[in-house]
Antibody, heavy 121, light 107 residues
Framework: QVHLVQSGAEVKKPGSSVKVSCKAS????????ITWVRQAPGQGLEWMGR????????SSAQKFQGRVMITADKSTNTAYMELSSLRFEDTAVYYC??????????????WGQGTTVTVSS | EIVLTQSPGTLSLSPGERATLSCRAS??????LAWYQQKPGQAPRLLIY???SRATGIPDRFSGSGSGTDFTLTISRLEPEDFAVYFC?????????FGQGTKVEMK
């Protein structure tokens, strides 16, 4: 069973960057997709992008293009989401998620614990 | 971008009652529709994928239906642990999008 563990909370200044990691264990990292979703305080879920590690193929929502970089390190089974030019409205909990059987159609049934990113001056 | 509109925004019900949640897509998504439950301070939990397939370990009081643009999540008899926020998600179009959520609260 895939298990995702994310890096710890971050406090960042406006204009800086943050890099959140998501380490997978217990499953087949290379044959799945890792999706990044964020949730601002009291708000809904927002899809940011995803990566297919075996193909090194990443895509992101147009809203974040130019500011987000999603990567994966197959040697350590770790995915990364880096968001640059941070704004106050980027304050949110950032989640990574994946289908445990690697089948995209089967939805996101495995989630990391979430990483709180606070943008504050 | 495909917009998902969930209704109602809030549903006030008592344990044992039936809950019916709606999710409407601005364009057809076939059956690429999932439902998630989220409780405060927790990550979302997958309930339904492919519009009507229950995820592993999900009780059979949860059921999903629909295809194309109109989808429904039904909770046949609410248990105390079912009071939460529910989100629909479409993954048939790019980008993937979520609905704004329906809160099921105890009356």
């Amino acid at each position: 069973q895939v298990h995702l563990v994310q890096s710890g909370a971050e406090v960042k200044k406006p204009g800086s960057s943050v890099k959140v990691s998501c380490k997978a264990s217990g499953g087949t990292f290379n044959s799945t997709t890792i999706t990044w979703v964020r949730q601002a305080p009291g708000q809904g879920l927002e899809w940011m992008g995803r990566i297919i590690p075996i193909l090194d193929e990443a895509s992101s929502a147009q809203k974040f293009q130019g500011r987000v970089m999603i990567t994966a390190d197959k040697s350590t089974n770790t995915a990364y989401m880096e968001l640059s030019s941070l704004r106050f409205e980027d304050t949110a909990v950032y989640y990574c998620a994946s289908p445990s059987d690697g089948v995209f159609y089967h939805g996101l049934d495995v989630w990391g614990q979430g990483t709180t990113v606070t943008v504050s001056s | 971008e495909i917009v998902l509109t969930q209704s109602p925004g809030t549903l006030s019900l008592s344990p044992g009652e039936r809950a019916t949640l709606s999710c409407r897509a601005s364009q057809g998504v076939s059956t690429y529709l999932a439902w998630y439950q989220q409780k405060p301070g927790q990550a979302p939990r997958l309930l339904i994928y492919g519009a009507s397939s229950r995820a592993t370990g999900i009780p059979d009081r949860f059921s999903g239906s629909g295809s194309g643009t109109d989808f429904t999540l039904t909770i046949s008899r609410l248990e105390p642990e079912d009071f939460a926020v529910y989100f629909c998600q479409q993954y048939g179009g790019s980008p993937v999008t979520f609905g704004q959520g329906t809160k099921v609260e105890m009356k």
